[in-house]
């Protein structure tokens, strides 16, 4: 699994995801294990677990592991299994024990550990000769993430820097998996031969031979790439070397070349088959995607709360977050049991994005009903859409003891339902993260090589560039070429990425990012307190003053919260000009902090990854490369705190704009739409300059050509 942990739930949930195996691998296959625990209110004798195999049923079990964990294993018949991808479906059906309510089906869940489940192989498996399918058929390790222990021994030379990062990248594209976490380290210090974790060994022959039993064969003729056992034999490992770093350098890119994309070719999906099964198609305006397509089967469903999802992908360049509709074009049935009040919601990335009420009783057949969805919950990269229905019958106010386990479908939802995007803008904008987690932009879009700046060369450092450029290149779909540079002002006003201690960064960096230019003294100050600031007089006045402000305070929210829910206004609409930006100063609490802004003068876009210390920017980067966090990235500045697990991001107020890679009139015409959409008071204010100039020219024109005294 690709998880710690699989939730599914409702009354009805679905998970699907791809695995890689060997030819090796699909021949010894033998059974699979799941281990689950479910909610005391799930009702053993009508809730089901289900999983399929390639399309294939493995096995059925009763939900009933409410009092702890419990492991099953189901054999795996021969032929199921094969070389390259297979397919898993996980389906639960749950019932609840008393309730009938709609509120009560938020309490079923069953939890599918990952510790716990697995696919075994029978006895003497041989271990693949390919390098590139040992990591294509790596998984997860029980914590859901997937870890490459890279063995450098001779580290610490600029010019190792770029292949090290490039053959970090490559991994983490061919394996594919959404939790890649790298260490740099330059001796084995444990073996990584458990599920989910690979040793790399990458350096001369000379270097490896002091830590390594053997070597491959031609190490000291020239660039190898091989599969060797683990210095205790009982796992693999991947061995890159040669005579001379030039020769390893050779290897990485004969290793790597298999991932290479060239940049001006259009990508067609994001991959996210490794925990979420299809791929995510990208969607760049005008396209009509069956449910089919996107992975939803037709499905009858007899229970209150009916919940699927799929997943689409937006470029970069995505600029529609103020005007324009998608549309799901329903093709779907309920029964004559379902009464006025049920109603379908559709949800974006978890916002609530539109609900239709289902008003006409005694059943009914939708047949590509159009359902609107506004595209401001829409964000460059991978994009989750959730369709639930929730059926309201007058027997579930009654509840009798057989009403809820009853087989008769309520609703069906059919695969030839269809998800359009319309036409959109295209225009890319800086600073934002969001298009940096979503695509990698702007360093996968460009031909030159970033600038890298790192402050030291040393593990906990280079272990934080591959762990933020590995998954940059996984939502990229290739490597990204970068160029370190010994000191920050060999920069210059191109493209960079700065990783380095908060005291490393430079001061005119952090003054470009707009960040607070005290930050190394600031983020964790000392400690010490100032026992005298405690002893201040209490003073009346002081209490009127803040009471009094407060009440101001709390009705300048209310007005704008009202604005901002009864007629969609915000504050960055209701402005001329961009408003200004405050120094960024993370809370003492954050581990990290991921920024972007522009270059010097503006031509290049430099973001920072920094941390108050180098331990914590190796740690805390292993956690920001999760895919749940990963997923929550965007503004300008971006902090993480691992003890709170807690994310806060700021938004970009002075935004910048990227020339359009679309130079029709239509996007054009698109682009204005967008904009003048965000600027309200811009739009009412040429709309009242415009109707002035046609009064003013109206009585101009009718004095000189009307009636004459």
């Not at 990698?440 to 040393?458: K, N, V, W």
Request: net charge negative; glycine share 8%.
């Amino acid at each position: 699994m690709s998880a710690e942990t699989l939730a599914l739930t409702g009354e009805f949930a679905r998970s699907s995801w791809a695995i890689y195996l060997t030819a090796e691998q699909a021949q010894a296959g033998h059974s699979v294990t799941l281990s689950y625990q479910n909610a005391i209110v799930v009702a053993p004798e009508t809730s089901s677990l289900t999983l399929f195999i390639n399309n294939r049923r493995i096995g059925e079990e009763n939900i009933s592991a409410s009092n702890g964990t419990k492991s099953i294993t189901w054999t795996i018949p021969d032929g199921v299994l094969r070389a390259g991808g297979n397919d898993l479906d996980l389906v639960v059906s749950q019932r609840h024990r008393t309730d009938c309510d709609i509120r009560s089906t938020y309490d079923l869940w069953t939890e599918v550990d990952g510790a716990g489940s697995y696919l075994e192989f029978r006895p003497y498996l041989k271990a693949t000769t390919s390098a590139v399918e040992a990591v294509q058929a790596l998984g997860a390790d029980a914590e859901g993430r997937t870890r490459f222990q890279m063995i450098v021994p001779s580290l610490g030379a600029l010019e190792q820097v770029a292949p090290l990062l490039r053959v970090s990248q490559a991994l983490a594209v061919m394996s594919g998996m959404p939790n890649p976490e790298f260490a740099f380290q330059p001796r084995i210090e444990a073996e990584a031969a458990s599920p989910g974790q690979m040793t790399v060994a990458i350096g001369t022959a000379a270097d490896l031979e002091e830590i390594l039993t053997g070597l491959p064969p031609g190490a000291e003729a020239g660039p190898v790439t091989s599969v060797l056992p683990s210095t205790d034999g009982t796992g693999s490992m991947i061995v890159i070397t040669g005579p001379t770093w030039s020769d390893v350098g050779r290897a990485i890119d004969t290793f790597s070349a298999p991932v290479l994309r060239p940049l001006t070719a259009r990508r067609e999906s994001l991959t996210t088959d490794r925990w979420h099964r299809p791929n995510a198609r990208f969607v760049f305006g005008g396209e009509r995607l069956s449910l089919s397509e996107l992975g939803i089967p037709s499905t009858e469903f007899s229970g209150r709360r009916f919940r699927s999802s799929f997943n689409i992908a937006l470029p970069s360049d995505f600029y529609a977050g103020a005007y324009g509709e998608a549309v799901l074009y329903l093709d779907a049935a309920y029964s004559g049991s379902v009464t006025a009040g049920s109603q379908i919601n559709i949800y974006v990335n978890g916002n609530i994005a539109s609900t239709v009420p289902i008003t006409e009783e005694g059943g009914g057949i939708l047949r590509q009903a159009p359902i609107r969805i506004t595209m401001r919950h829409l964000r460059p990269g991978l994009n989750r859409i959730d369709m639930e229905a929730v059926l309201i019958a007058e027997a579930d106010a009654i509840c009798a003891p057989t009403s809820d386990s009853s087989p008769e479908p309520r609703f069906a939802l059919f695969d030839s339902s269809s998800f359009y995007v319309p036409k959109y803008a295209r225009l890319g904008q800086t600073p934002n993260l969001a298009g940096l987690s979503g695509t990698g932009f702007p360093y996968s879009r460009q031909e030159q090589p970033t600038a890298l700046f790192l402050d030291r060369i040393r593990e906990e450092t280079l272990s934080a560039a591959a762990n933020i450029l590995g998954k940059m290149a996984q939502v990229a779909g290739t490597p990204i070429a970068v160029e370190p540079v010994s000191a920050a002002n060999a920069v210059g006003a191109r493209h960079a990425i700065f990783v380095a201690r908060a005291d490393q960064i430079p001061a005119n960096v952090l003054a470009q990012l707009n960040l607070n230019q005290e930050l190394a003294s600031s983020w964790r100050p000392a400690t010490d307190q100032d026992l005298s600031s405690m002893d201040s007089p209490v003073s009346l006045d002081d209490w009127r003053e803040r009471m009094e402000g407060g009440t101001v305070a709390q009705r300048i929210s209310a007005a704008r919260a009202w604005l901002r829910e009864k007629l969609d206004f915000t504050e960055g609409a209701l402005r001329f000009l961009p408003g200004s930006e405050t120094a960024f100063t993370p809370e003492m609490e954050d581990d990290l902090l991921l920024a972007q802004g522009p270059a010097l003068n503006g031509a290049g876009i430099w973001t920072v990854l920094t941390a108050p210390e180098t331990q914590d920017l190796a740690l805390a980067s292993g956690e920001l490369v999760r895919q749940d966090i990963w997923q929550q990235v965007e503004g300008r500045a971006f902090s993480y705190s691992r003890a709170r697990n807690e994310v806060r991001a700021v938004e970009a107020r002075n935004l910048s704009f990227l020339a359009p890679v679309d130079n029709t009139f239509s996007n054009y015409r698109l682009i204005a739409a967008n904009w003048l959409s965000t600027n309200l008071l811009s739009y009412a204010a040429a709309i009242v300059i415009l109707s002035c100039l046609l009064g003013l020219t109206t009585a101009s024109l009718l004095r000189w050509l009307g009636r004459q005294q």
